[in-house]
């Protein structure tokens, strides 16, 4: 299958590497990652070691059988726009957040999959990345049910040896990977600590409150997820993938603008009932957000 993958940072390109054992892959991102990895390939390195030589480029000059989307949620319109003018049999999002995979179906004229996936990684320097935890893609229709893309995309996946699941509920799936994120990113992003660290008071009682909040706006949504099973997810993620830095603790970390917009600020804006726990923490990264540049 030929895949590009647009938003070759650290999951697009673990991802990617990962897919390009077995099929032609073009990784989309910027320099000098994109250089290193012409030059001399992507390094993989971590639970498992190896190194592959796919395409990398800047920008998306062409259309494939697969968009593998992985760019964060508040560049996901500008992105639609731009694959727009280019031919795919399919996209498939492994983003974080809510409302990805409706932006992407505005403007493309393919099947947009919906998508998760907890393999842990971290860009460790241009033309390296770390795999940090082996994990599972779950892919389906965006809308629930059977979906002969999916199928396809998800045999790609696993010819690849990339665990992969093909699920018929997604919109259940994304509420719950909401839930995760909306636990997990913005408490560990605060407190400067890795995800095992929610598993200590007082920090798995904030995550476990912005889980049930989360599972409380998806059932107005007409989404089943009980408060339980939103915070067991969440105490499970925090216990497997304990040593691992949350993709918004990578960017304050880094200076970088985060998701909190498509995470916990999803919730509090979506909800139609107060929830106080996602509204601080939406409010609290925002602010760092707004002063962190003065």
Same mark, same amino acid.
């Given at each position: 299958?030929?895949? %590009? ?12 590497? =990962? ?21 001399? #390939? ?14 990398a ?25 731009? =694959? ?7 996209c ?18 393919? !099947? ?14 241009p ?5 940090? #935890? @082996?994990?599972e ?8 049910? @059977? ?19 093909? +699920? ?10 909401? +839930? ?15 995800? #095992?660290?929610?598993?200590?008071? !007082? ?19 007409? %989404? ?21 830095h ?15 917009d ?11 009932? !107060? ?5 601080? =923490?939406?409010a ?11």
């Open positions: 299958m030929d895949i %590009v993958v647009v938003g070759a940072g650290s999951l697009g390109s673990l991802v990617g590497g =990962l897919l390009a054992r077995e099929h032609d892959v073009t990784l989309v991102g910027r320099e000098p990652h994109v250089g290193t990895v012409t030059e001399s #390939g992507l390094s993989v390195v971590g639970t498992e070691e190896f190194r592959v030589y796919p395409n480029q800047t920008t998306v000059s062409q259309g494939a059988d697969l968009a593998l989307v992985t760019v964060k949620a508040y560049d996901t319109a500008a992105l639609a726009a731009d =694959l727009a003018d280019c031919t795919f049999d399919a498939l999002s492994l983003q974080n957040g809510m409302g990805n995979e409706s932006q992407l179906a505005a403007e493309l004229d393919c !099947p947009v999959l919906a998508g998760t996936c907890s393999y842990g990684a971290r860009l460790r320097e033309g390296t990345v770390a795999f940090t #935890g @082996r994990g893609v779950v892919l389906g229709d965006r809308d629930g049910g @059977r979906s002969t893309v999916a199928d396809e995309v998800g045999a790609a996946f696993r010819a690849a040896g990339i665990e992969t699941t093909v +699920a018929t509920d997604m919109p259940t799936r994304l509420w719950e990977k909401l +839930a995760v994120n909306a636990g997990i990113n913005a408490v560990t992003a605060l407190a400067r600590v890795e995800n #095992g660290a929610l598993a200590d008071s !007082p920090a798995d009682a904030i995550a476990a409150d912005a889980a049930r909040e989360t599972a409380a706006v998806a059932r107005e949504q007409d %989404v089943n997820l009980s408060d339980e099973r939103a915070v067991s997810l969440v105490e499970r993620v925090v216990d497997d993938t304990a040593a691992n949350s993709s918004m603790l990578q960017d304050v970390s880094a200076g970088r603008r985060t998701e909190i498509a995470i916990n600020g999803y919730v509090a804006d979506t909800a139609t009932k !107060p929830v106080p726990v996602n509204e601080t =923490l939406a609290l990264v925002r602010t760092w957000e707004r002063h962190r540049e003065q």
